[in-house]
C-alpha cells in the first residue's frame, strides 16, 4: 500500500499555515494515527503539496517532524 493511498491519509484532517498566501504554493500537513508507523513512532505527521492533493506524501516521524519544521531557516544559521 502507498502513503497515497492509505486508509489513514483518505480521512485527515489537513492543515495549511496561516501564514500561507492565495498563491497555491502551499504545503499542508495531517497528524495521521499510529496505523502509519514511521521508525517505530506512535502517530506520524504527513506533509503534501496542496495544488496535488493525490500526489506523494512525506511522512516523518514526530520527533524527525519537530526537528524539521523547529529548525532556524538557513538564512538565520549563516
Sequence with gaps: MTPTTHP???TARWRKSSHSGDEGACVEMA????????RDSTGTVAVRDSKD???PVLLFSRPAWITFAGAPPASARA
Excluded at 31 to 38: E, L, Q, S, Y
Design 8 to 10: 489513514a491519509l483518505a
Design 31 to 38: 497528524v495521521v494515527p499510529a496505523t502509519i508507523a514511521v
Design 53 to 55: 492533493p493525490d500526489g
